[in-house]
DNA sequence: AAAAACATACCGACCAGTCGGTATTTTCGA
DNA sequence: TCGAAAATACCGACTGGTCGGTATGTTTTT
């Protein structure tokens, strides 16, 4: 059986995002996750080509469970995902919110290095996509003001990065769940046909 | 004199930038940044204490540039300061954009290392407080409509941000000036009263 | 017995920081 | 104003330690 195999994989997985976390992709080492995940280097490099292979088994589970909730919220409206979004933010600052240096580090990886880039721009591009999709069939609906789908796309996208990077560099400075669903609303507001 | 002195000086920080930059705070080795700046170790740490403290003097040169820049707008009315911005931006895409992952660099040091946290909440919190006041203006004045000054603060500065990180990851997949101007006058057009 | 999973010792590269010494500039007394 | 001492600026070899990755051997599963 492969069940001990994948036990130990998935003990390097959850390690690795818990050492990336807390230290940085640079800090924390292949030793270190090891010994988080109690197994020896063999093992580990069993499992994963390398170091930057891993970083990108992670960023591949990561992917994922977004392209799942983007498949959840299929069928809906516009306004109704919107709404759907807004009601997620404290399980996104809650969960996500520790891992928020994590992605961090991914974001900053893929501006360098080539591979990882290429493993995430494709993503990006589609949820983009997606996000466009969206408000644009708000506007066809015309459930939103004529704005141009592309621009207000990002400018939401934009909110939401930038709202949790603040959150990252000022924990206690705000009240971050309520900052960003009032955020969200403001910009609704500015959206939604009255 | 010291002329010599602060030419070392200026051109270790000059090849720092370059160099973090380029591969970021770890992969930049002390020793590139001496070969880059065509000076010697010892040079090197004749002038600062350590590679961190180097990374401070980056980031006490960077905020002194943004308090100039907030100095140099203290008596314009809100709007006005806010068109300023905008008609910035193709500028801050331009030159800060080959500067950006040292900027996330920063931010993501930050939130780790205590001293260059110590160093950069203090700033951070205070240009909140400019903006806030900024938006509290214009509100108090009758040009903006009647929203929370702090929230309003919170989702421009995002939105800022957040348009600077995507335009890091896909330089190439839109017209960032383009799409920071128009997302801009979205924003505003939803704060100014008609 | 064959193959997969795991352990351990080890390697070479790299890196922040040190240290003893040298070159240049500044200071100051004669 | 000149020259020597003091201070500052700079040099580059070296150190102690870390890290990603490998080689080889052992255990466990099939």
Same mark, same amino acid.
């Given at each position: 059986?492969?069940?001990?195999?994948?036990?130990?994989?998935?003990?390097?997985?959850?390690?690795?995002?818990?050492?990336?976390?807390?230290?940085?992709?640079?800090? !924390? =080492?292949? /030793?270190?996750?090891?010994?988080? *995940?109690? $197994?020896?280097?063999?093992?580990? &490099? +069993?499992?994963?080509?390398?170091?930057?292979?891993?970083?990108?088994?992670?960023?591949?589970?990561?992917?994922?469970?977004?392209?799942?909730?983007?498949?959840?919220?299929?069928?809906?409206?516009?306004?109704?995902?919107?709404?759907?979004?807004?009601?997620?933010?404290?399980?996104?600052?809650?969960?996500?919110?520790?891992?928020?240096?994590?992605?961090?580090?991914?974001?900053?990886? !893929? =501006?360098? /290095?080539?591979?990882?880039?290429? *493993?995430? $721009?494709?993503?990006?591009?589609? &949820? +983009?996509?997606?996000?466009?999709?969206?408000?644009?069939?708000?506007?066809?609906?015309?459930?939103?003001?004529?704005?141009?789908?592309?621009?207000?796309?990002?400018?939401?996208?934009?909110?939401?990065?930038?709202?949790?990077?603040?959150?990252?560099?000022?924990?206690?400075?705000?009240?971050?769940?309520?900052?960003?669903?009032?955020?969200?609303?403001?910009?609704?507001?500015?959206?939604?046909?009255?």
């Amino acid at each position: 059986m492969q069940q001990r195999s994948e036990e130990t994989r998935a003990r390097i997985l959850e390690s690795a995002v818990k050492l990336f976390s807390d230290r940085g992709f640079n800090a !924390a =080492s292949v /030793d270190d996750i090891c010994v988080e *995940a109690g $197994i020896s280097k063999g093992a580990f &490099y +069993h499992h994963f080509e390398s170091k930057q292979a891993l970083f990108l088994a992670l960023l591949d589970g990561w992917l994922k469970t977004i392209d799942s909730a983007i498949e959840a919220s299929k069928d809906k409206t516009a306004p109704e995902t919107f709404m759907q979004m807004t009601e997620a933010f404290p399980y996104i600052f809650e969960t996500a919110g520790n891992h928020l240096p994590m992605f961090m580090e991914f974001w900053l990886q !893929a =501006s360098r /290095d080539e591979k990882i880039w290429q *493993a995430s $721009i494709a993503p990006y591009r589609r &949820y +983009h996509k997606y996000f466009t999709s969206l408000i644009k069939k708000g506007v066809d609906e015309g459930s939103f003001v004529d704005v141009d789908p592309q621009i207000a796309s990002r400018l939401i996208v934009s909110t939401a990065m930038g709202l949790l990077l603040q959150s990252l560099l000022d924990p206690k400075g705000a009240k971050w769940e309520k900052v960003a669903r009032e955020s969200t609303t403001m910009l609704l507001n500015s959206l939604i046909k009255k």
